[in-house]
């Protein structure tokens, strides 16, 4: 297998499995307020005696397949001295035909020794172009034909949405004419979670998603306690979505002289 091969084979693996870190901030109580009986309605999958992450989850990627958007994920993890042990971020851009879209993927951590990864990438639905650090101070480009999903396979987010539904007991906390906020801070089924690499054991967990009446969830943050190797971590995670209806998606201008690369060479 040649390193272009190597390469394609890497980036399609971290870009299909990433999410995305940014930089603590203080945490957020969510304690469940009084819901109104006022008329105001629920969006699909969320009624006052239960949610359902599977409709919950469906209605929010089918209705983010009518539209353009921009969804940005962000993680990180942290010791119990709170240093942040990695980090990253994921921000795509998406069409609204969902075939064309781009992203920056930024990823850094400090457990053994520090490093920075940094992926840039596009694609049509026919190719795919990534842009990406292959050593310091060296930026490589490389292009490959569309398989499957093409590099990110979930990009609404949709599975997380349901994992994060079936792992933890959720309850509305408001309602309004903008949608619902949803909180939790109670496992029902932690393996369902998506956790960061060699992370287990999740508990402690603080959870609060914003939901539109169309059934698109805007934001999320989950937070828990678990065990990484031999340490004690917590690790955050955060979506929002932005510019809905409002995104446009441009081939980047490095995509011409990127070298087009196939998995038989």
Not at 18 to 30: A, H, K, L, M, W
Not at 56 to 81: C, F, G, K, M
Not at 147 to 168: K, Y
Request: proline share 4%; charged share 25%.
């Amino acid at each position: 297998m040649t390193r272009a091969v190597v390469a394609i084979v890497t980036l399609a693996l971290v870009l299909a499995g990433c999410s995305g870190f940014v930089q603590q901030d203080s945490p957020e109580t969510v304690t469940p307020a009084a819901v109104p009986t006022d008329g105001v309605g629920y969006p699909p999958g969320v009624s006052d005696d239960a949610v359902v992450p599977s409709t919950l989850a469906s209605t929010h990627e089918r209705t983010l397949a009518t539209t353009n958007y921009t969804l940005v994920t962000r993680q990180w993890v942290t010791d119990s001295n709170g240093t942040v042990l990695r980090r990253s971020n994921h921000t795509r851009y998406v069409a609204v035909n969902k075939t064309t879209y781009a992203g920056r993927f930024r990823q850094n951590g400090t457990e053994l020794n520090t490093f920075t990864t940094r992926i840039d990438y596009w694609t049509n639905g026919s190719i795919v172009a990534a842009q990406y650090d292959e050593r310091v101070n060296r930026r490589s480009q490389v292009k490959w034909s569309v398989r499957d999903d093409g590099p990110v396979s979930d990009l609404s987010e949709r599975r997380t949405i349901r994992g994060v539904g079936e792992a933890v007991a959720l309850s509305v906390a408001d309602r309004s004419d903008s949608g619902v906020v949803l909180v939790g801070t109670r496992f029902r089924n932690p393996d369902r979670l998506n956790t960061p690499l060699f992370v287990s054991d999740p508990r402690n967990v603080s959870v609060r998603l914003r939901v539109n009446h169309d059934g698109t969830v805007s934001a999320f943050r989950l937070a828990f306690d678990a065990k990484r190797s031999d340490r004690q971590v917590r690790v955050t995670q955060e979506m929002r979505l932005r510019h809905i209806g409002s995104t446009t998606v441009r081939q980047p201008e490095w995509v011409e002289n990127t070298t087009q690369r196939s998995l038989q060479d």
